[in-house]
């Protein structure tokens, strides 16, 4: 994070009243989203455990295989759809507002349909399995549709809406695979088929929350280019963050044998309690960080920039510490004493947390100003360097080497951000002297 400035004394006040009062007129949004997002990663959590139980660790190493597929299309979607509409539609007021979630759910529609053909032809091809291939399919489609009108519905307030979707999407699904485990009826395929049975229904009630749409053929050349200046930074940002986050689970399995995936993933879901704070913060900061610099510019935008990284790092902290004194016992209640062994997983992954909450921060400052060509650099950066030493780190040391790779990958991309917002601020500054009360020095 950029430095603050060197007259602490005349400035903090004047940051922590303006982070206050930006947060502030987000109204219920935070409250419900940091809800939603607990009852969103206590069912995801829930799910992890029941497939887990019920599939085995190799059935379920083929599973999280699959899925990992379709979170590269989420990543995706991210990138090209969602950040850019979180970001510019809550800076949009009427009729222009309208126009413009027209033309992104008309952008929407194409991007599920190619990424869930994509998906399920590819599986079909890799595993030779028609079955696994169109269910990974149906769900992509499902799931990503449900995950954009989740988004969707933040951008435009409506939090109640997504609360309530969530609960019916998340009920749905874990009330289904609790009842197939139990009649000894549940498999990978059948477990995608669930997942997309129960994200289309959430998906179809959330039709009628849509807002006011307007559709304006001639704005369509404008709003693409707009969404592609801002989405094509991060959509390859995304695809970054993927190879990052996958691409080293990938090389593991390959080397150490899938069943290794499902162990790994286990792992993971116990610190996937912790993108509660990650998603709620996704979900509410990049409005409300629009909205700021629509309104008073970066005096507006930078103090919630601070107290987001701020709160982020500090909550991270006492997290990853709580998670490395209970990781043990949590994987033992969860999945089994089998698992047991590989406790110390979870805390060395929980060290990545306080670190991403700052670099998020920081790449809602880029996605504010539209400057996402930075946020590219970084997560490039860091992906060269994770793709030339994940091999030989998993090759030479397993899975350490697979966790020491990705805490340094992190951390560059920490710094990075860092550097490159400090200038790209600097450069504003210039621009605008009336701003210099709130920028680094």
């Given at each position: 994070m950029p430095a603050l400035p060197r007259d602490l004394r005349g400035d903090l006040r004047t940051l922590a009243g303006a982070g206050r009062s930006a947060l502030a007129r987000g109204g219920a949004g935070p409250v419900l989203s940091l809800a939603d997002q607990a009852l969103v990663s206590a069912c995801n959590f829930a799910t992890t455990i029941v497939l887990a139980h019920a599939l085995g660790l190799e059935a379920f190493g083929l599973f999280s295989t699959a899925w990992i597929a379709v979170l590269l299309t989420v990543s995706l979607q991210l990138g090209l759809v969602v950040c850019p509409m979180a970001s510019i539609g809550p800076g949009l007021r009427g009729e222009a507002g309208h126009a413009y979630y027209g033309i992104v759910l008309v952008h929407e529609a194409g991007f599920v349909a190619l990424a869930a053909t994509a998906v399920g032809t590819g599986l079909s091809l890799t595993f030779g399995d028609l079955?696994?291939?169109?269910?990974?399919?149906?769900?992509?489609?499902?799931h990503l549709a449900q995950d954009f009108t989740r988004r969707y519905l933040f951008a435009r307030g409506r939090p109640q809406a997504v609360f309530g979707i969530d609960a019916l999407n998340q009920g749905v699904k874990l009330a289904a695979l609790v009842t197939l485990s139990r009649m000894q009826a549940l498999s990978p395929v059948t477990a995608l088929q669930v997942i997309a049975a129960s994200a289309a229904l959430s998906w179809l009630c959330a039709i009628p929350f849509r807002g006011a749409l307007a559709w304006r053929p001639g704005l369509f050349r404008e709003v693409t280019g707009r969404q592609?200046?801002?989405?094509r930074w991060l959509v390859l940002t995304g695809l970054m963050q993927w190879l990052i986050g996958y691409g080293g689970l990938l090389v593991a399995g390959a080397l150490l044998g899938v069943t290794l995936i499902g162990v790994l993933r286990a792992a993971q879901s116990i610190l996937g309690m912790l993108n509660l704070v990650r998603d709620a913060l996704e979900n509410t900061v990049p409005p409300i960080a629009g909205r700021a610099l629509a309104e008073r510019g970066l005096n507006g935008l930078l103090?919630?920039?601070?107290?987001?990284?701020?709160?982020?790092?500090?909550?991270?902290?006492?997290?990853?510490?709580?998670?490395?004194v209970s990781g043990k016992s949590l994987?033992?209640?969860?999945?089994?004493?089998?698992?047991?062994?590989?406790?110390?997983v979870v805390a060395w992954y929980s060290l990545l947390f306080p670190v991403s909450l700052v670099s998020f921060a920081q790449i809602c400052a880029f996605r504010a100003i539209e400057r996402t060509g930075s946020v590219f650099a970084a997560t490039a950066s860091a992906a060269c360097l994770n793709l030339a030493l994940i091999y030989p780190a998993?090759?030479?040391?397993?899975?350490?080497?697979l966790l020491g790779v990705a805490i340094m990958t992190e951390?560059?991309?920490?710094?990075?951000l860092a550097g490159l917002l400090r200038r790209e601020l600097r450069a504003r500054l210039a621009e605008s002297p009336a701003e210099r009360g709130l920028l680094p020095a």
């Open positions: 079955t696994l291939g169109l269910s990974t399919g149906a769900a992509c489609a499902a592609w200046h801002s989405g103090p919630v920039i601070v107290v987001t990284a701020t709160i982020g790092f500090a909550g991270g902290l006492t997290t990853t510490g709580l998670l490395a994987l033992a209640l969860a999945f089994g004493p089998d698992i047991v062994a590989y406790a110390w998993v090759r030479w040391f397993g899975i350490e080497g951390v560059m991309v920490c710094l990075v």
